[in-house]
């Protein structure tokens, strides 16, 4: 499903910017085109003008000019007197590109769009003259000057044809490096993309990997208790005395509660994914919160025979916003497990210090609390101090006791987080493990 939507979400990507890559290159690649045919054709009116200037102002025309002209600015320059042509064109001394088709279309352009007959001298003027475009009956395109000079001895009529030759190849040039650009920009585009949108999908997949494994590894929780209450049940329609009744009734009610926790686990768990883990901070001190926690399982540890101890600062403890309840759930889930994996004989303790701010010692002054919980059992090898908080993680897989279902460090994880403070674990100085919980006052 997640490749399918991978290549989706690329093709997408890649589409998406590639139109806008396109369209804005479509509008740069014009101005540009503007800008160059705006820039020739200019230059093609300066040398016009430069052009009609030496007509006006010479009264003999040379060959070595003419050519000269065609060789510097690759012109072709028609020079018509009283109608006829030049001498020097008759002798082929000028640069022919333009055909005697060419010339009868430029002729016939500049009379029908202008109204400039180049050959009819009535009405004619010192100078006048027209610039237009011209396509070729070869399939040249050019700019065309056509007009006339006054000279004293009649008229001297013009033609001066610029092929766009160099234009156009400036043209394509122009088109292809845009063209080639834009190829490259899309390749590199949609390999962003595939890594852009890779990146973006890998904590959905990577989330809805951790629910598949939460929702199998839950439904492998629940498969137990419900085998033992079907199991209770029909033993309960099988039995025959008051004791036999109730001894099964027993064995249903512990399941039942089993499973209430356990889904009760869940609820918290389920609620945390979607950020709604609904917290009650209030003034609260931390020393009572430890006190509670000791009370409620100093019975359960001297039935174990584990010695439960608890430590506290001298001085009074500063008063701290906190959730008391969820912050006993996390006490009460690292002293079930301390209590469990710690064996007879051993220790388990309690303690609560502050972390102060800028060196002070002053518990008035401590920005931090923290909660610990040290044990002298088996301790928590180095691979697994961290996997430990993920959900239905046992340390010890051969681990079987029924009220441990690996969500206990997980869900006290997740309350410590609601609270802005941390969870970690190190090695305790008796050999056990040692839980730490940091908690900000504020």
């Given at each position: 499903?997640f490749?399918?939507?991978?290549?989706?979400?690329?093709?997408?990507?890649?589409?998406?910017?590639?139109?806008?890559?396109?369209?804005?290159?479509?509008?740069?690649?014009?101005?540009?085109?503007?800008s160059?045919e705006?820039?020739?054709?200019?230059?093609?009116?300066?040398?016009?003008?430069?052009?009609?200037?030496?007509?006006?102002?010479?009264?003999?025309?040379s060959?070595?000019?003419?050519?000269?002209?065609?060789?510097?600015?690759?012109?072709?320059?028609?020079?018509?007197?009283?109608?006829?042509p030049?001498?020097?064109?008759?002798?082929?001394?000028?640069h022919?590109?333009a055909?005697?088709?060419?010339?009868?279309?430029?002729?016939?352009?500049?009379?029908?769009s202008?109204?400039?007959?180049?050959?009819?001298?009535?009405?004619?003027?010192?100078?006048?003259?027209?610039?237009?475009?011209?396509s070729?009956a070869?399939?040249?395109?050019?700019?065309?000057?056509?007009?006339?000079?006054s000279?004293?001895?009649?008229?001297?009529?013009?033609?001066?044809f610029?092929?766009r030759?160099?234009q156009?190849?400036?043209?394509?040039?122009?088109?292809?490096?845009?063209?080639?650009?834009?190829?490259?920009?899309?390749?590199?585009?949609?390999?962003?993309?595939?890594?852009?949108?890779?990146?973006?999908?890998r904590?959905?997949?990577?989330?809805?990997?951790r629910?598949?494994?939460?929702?199998?590894?839950a439904?492998h929780?629940?498969?137990?208790?419900?085998?033992?209450?079907?199991?209770?049940?029909?033993?309960?329609q099988?039995?025959?005395g008051?004791?036999?009744?109730a001894?099964?009734?027993?064995?249903l009610?512990?399941?039942?509660?089993?499973?209430?926790?356990?889904?009760?686990?869940?609820?918290?768990?389920?609620?945390?994914?979607?950020?709604?883990?609904?917290l009650?901070?209030t003034?609260?001190?931390?020393?009572?919160?430890?006190l509670?926690?000791?009370?409620?399982?100093?019975?359960?540890?001297?039935?174990?025979?584990?010695?439960?101890?608890?430590?506290?600062?001298?001085?009074?403890?500063?008063?701290?916003?906190?959730?008391?309840?969820?912050?006993?759930?996390?006490?009460?889930?690292?002293?079930?497990?301390?209590?469990?994996?710690?064996?007879?004989?051993?220790?388990?303790?309690l303690?609560?210090?502050?972390?102060?701010?800028?060196?002070?010692?002053?518990h008035?002054?401590?920005?931090?609390?923290?909660?610990?919980?040290?044990?002298?059992?088996?301790g928590?090898?180095?691979?697994?101090?961290?996997?430990?908080?993920?959900?239905?993680?046992?340390?010890?897989?051969?681990?079987?006791?029924?009220?441990h279902?690996?969500?206990?460090?997980?869900?006290?994880?997740?309350?410590?987080?609601?609270?802005r403070g941390?969870?970690?674990?190190?090695d305790?100085?008796?050999?056990?493990?040692?839980?730490s919980?940091v908690l900000?006052?504020?």
């Amino acid at each position: 499903m997640f490749h399918k939507l991978h290549r989706q979400m690329t093709f997408f990507c890649a589409a998406v910017t590639g139109m806008i890559l396109i369209l804005l290159t479509l509008l740069c690649l014009w101005i540009s085109e503007q800008s160059l045919e705006k820039n020739h054709y200019a230059s093609f009116q300066n040398e016009t003008n430069s052009v009609l200037t030496h007509l006006q102002l010479q009264d003999v025309i040379s060959l070595q000019w003419v050519n000269q002209l065609a060789e510097k600015n690759h012109f072709e320059l028609l020079l018509y007197d009283n109608g006829s042509p030049l001498y020097l064109q008759q002798l082929g001394g000028a640069h022919r590109t333009a055909t005697g088709e060419d010339v009868r279309l430029a002729v016939q352009t500049a009379a029908d769009s202008f109204g400039l007959n180049i050959f009819s001298s009535s009405g004619r003027q010192l100078a006048q003259h027209a610039e237009f475009t011209l396509s070729g009956a070869s399939g040249t395109s050019y700019y065309v000057s056509a007009g006339t000079v006054s000279k004293a001895h009649g008229t001297l009529s013009f033609l001066l044809f610029y092929p766009r030759t160099a234009q156009n190849g400036q043209l394509l040039f122009q088109r292809l490096a845009f063209f080639f650009a834009d190829l490259l920009a899309l390749l590199l585009l949609t390999a962003f993309s595939w890594q852009f949108t890779g990146y973006m999908l890998r904590p959905l997949e990577e989330n809805v990997k951790r629910q598949s494994a939460f929702v199998a590894s839950a439904s492998h929780e629940l498969r137990t208790p419900l085998a033992v209450m079907r199991s209770g049940i029909e033993a309960l329609q099988k039995a025959s005395g008051d004791a036999d009744r109730a001894h099964f009734m027993s064995i249903l009610m512990q399941e039942n509660l089993r499973m209430q926790r356990l889904v009760s686990d869940m609820l918290i768990l389920t609620n945390s994914d979607a950020r709604s883990l609904s917290l009650h901070e209030t003034p609260c001190q931390p020393d009572e919160l430890l006190l509670a926690a000791y009370e409620k399982y100093e019975l359960l540890a001297a039935d174990k025979d584990i010695s439960l101890k608890i430590t506290l600062p001298d001085d009074a403890s500063p008063t701290c916003s906190l959730d008391a309840d969820r912050i006993g759930q996390v006490l009460s889930v690292l002293l079930d497990n301390a209590l469990s994996y710690t064996p007879a004989g051993g220790t388990v303790t309690l303690s609560l210090s502050y972390d102060a701010a800028n060196g002070q010692t002053a518990h008035s002054a401590a920005k931090y609390i923290r909660f610990t919980v040290s044990d002298s059992g088996c301790g928590v090898p180095d691979d697994d101090k961290t996997r430990i908080f993920d959900r239905f993680y046992r340390a010890e897989q051969s681990h079987t006791s029924k009220d441990h279902y690996g969500l206990g460090l997980c869900i006290a994880k997740e309350i410590v987080t609601a609270h802005r403070g941390k969870i970690f674990v190190t090695d305790a100085p008796e050999g056990g493990a040692c839980f730490s919980v940091v908690l900000p006052r504020e």
